[in-house]
């Protein structure tokens, strides 16, 4: 039985992939080497400080653990004035009905994201009100595919990991899912999400009914 559910933010919920693109290639920009959408890719799910590594191995860069900071500072000054103007409209298709639809079908709701800037645009896109826990960037020490964000989400709910099922967009939060020993539904292509239980093109006509169906099918 599904008993909560765990939600990863940035591509399930909201379309924040697009902010986070723009503030690294403008970093890429500014350092003098290109940045496609298809190297972004790699950064999803991935936590700010290997998201740069990244970048930088891209660029054939190397810099001190110092200028590194700094980077990654500029990269978030730039993403956070970017997410300082979001509002609800930015919320993805079918992402605030399904949350509703759990709390109506008594399925508790935890937040599960890398992003430290998690709050933030929980609280200008109104979905705070909608988590029974929440946990964020701020509070894990391991990033994904470490189970740790999600087996703290559960652990906050009070429900057992085999009554948990995780919403993911990246490969690293499929796998963490899967080391949380969590089922999971994979929000996007199956072509990157194919380790999930589940893969669905987005939270658009999702509803518990739907959910229990597919987990019990597969
Ligand atoms: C999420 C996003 C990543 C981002 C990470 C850290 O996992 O998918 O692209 O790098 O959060 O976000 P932050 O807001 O802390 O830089
Ligand atoms: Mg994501």
Not at 167 to 174: H, I, L, M, S, W
């Amino acid at each position: 039985t599904i008993q909560a559910c765990l939600f990863d933010l940035d591509g399930v919920l909201v379309d924040t992939a697009k902010y986070h693109y723009i503030a690294w290639k403008e970093l890429a920009d500014k350092l003098g080497f290109e940045f496609t959408e298809k190297d972004n890719e790699r950064l999803k799910g991935v936590s700010r400080a290997a998201s740069l590594n990244i970048l930088l191995e891209i660029g054939g860069l190397t810099f001190s653990e110092d200028e590194k900071a700094r980077l990654a500072e500029e990269k978030n000054n730039r993403y956070v004035e970017y997410i300082s103007k979001m509002d609800s409209s930015e919320i993805l298709p079918g992402a605030l009905e399904f949350l509703k639809d759990c709390r109506d079908n008594g399925i508790k709701v935890a937040l599960g994201s890398a992003s430290k800037n998690a709050m933030t645009i929980l609280n200008n896109t109104g979905l705070t009100p909608y988590f029974d826990a929440i946990i964020d960037g701020t509070k894990t020490s391991a990033a994904k595919p470490d189970p740790e964000v999600f087996l703290l989400g559960a652990q906050e709910l009070g429900v057992p990991a085999e009554n948990s099922i995780v919403f993911e967009d990246a490969e690293a939060g499929v796998e963490a899912a899967s080391r949380a020993g969590m089922a999971s539904v994979g929000i996007g292509s199956p072509d990157t999400l194919g380790a999930a239980n589940i893969v669905v093109p987005s939270l658009q006509d999702m509803n518990v009914v739907r959910l229990r169906e597919a987990l019990s099918a597969v």
